[in-house]
């Protein structure tokens, strides 16, 4: 009888580029933790999840809202990191005031290198999804942590107890969100009215990049923020500078949304096609 042969161990040369993304799910697979997830395997990275809540909802809006324990959210962040590690982690919805107490925790305990906060409040749709006393500890908490904030206008008036924001006031806002603890903000332009938009990115060093681009016409938008941050995380973790990660999040954000334009999904605001232009999975040096 022959002996079976011994298998050799390949010895490792490379890893994935690692994404965690703490968020909440969408039962609509538009927003939350499944665009996260789309967006990660698009753009070639190895995507994680922190599941913060679990949500009933569809293209029109949220149903309900099932909070985890903080406690289990905190044992999926330790589970990932100490076996697979993390570089670069996206937050997205944290709908109570122990669970954004568990994020900051563990990014102090793990430090890591990029974190992109998107403080989701309020849905496409326009259904809340927080409380006050959560954004006050949003901000006094996890601001300071964090690589970026990505508010849209809407999110970035109620942080700055505002009732609108228009476009001569961009600039104004995101230092005035820069001075609440943030070290940079990315204001997006989505609720600005006209057929141009404009995204304004104030850096630590207090320069400021503009984009301006024409509005894409179309109502699949659901998950557009989610996704952003989370191409903007991606690439972070892939090696780009903080400029650069946002305007390569920009680019595929509205690669997706033109490849969706004219797609029917559900009967509200439907999803981007996340899948429009997917790259394999990057390779990185051990």
Known sequence: MTSPTPQTDIPP???YARVLSIAGSDSGGGAGIQADLKTMAALGCYGM???TAITAQNTQGVRTIQALP???LAQQIDAVVEDIGVDAVKIGMLHDVGVVRVVADAIRRHRFAHVVLDPVMVATSGDKLITESTVDCLVS???PLATLITPNLDEAAWLLRLDAI??????QAAERLQALGAPAVL???GHLPGPQLT???????SRIERWEAPRIPTRNTHGTGCSLSSAIACHL????????AVAQGRDFVRGALLAGADMQLGHGHGPLNHGHAPQATRRLPL
Do not use: N, S
């Open 141 to 143: 908490e996890l601001f």
């Open 70 to 72: 903080p406690e289990l």
């Open 187 to 189: 204001l997006k332009g």
């Open 199 to 205: 995204d304004l990115l104030l850096l630590p060093d």
């Open 49 to 51: 999840t922190a599941i």
């Open 13 to 15: 040369v490379a890893r």
């Open 237 to 244: 973790a892939l090696g780009a500078h903080l400029v650069e």
């Open 166 to 171: 228009g476009i001569d006031e961009l600039d």
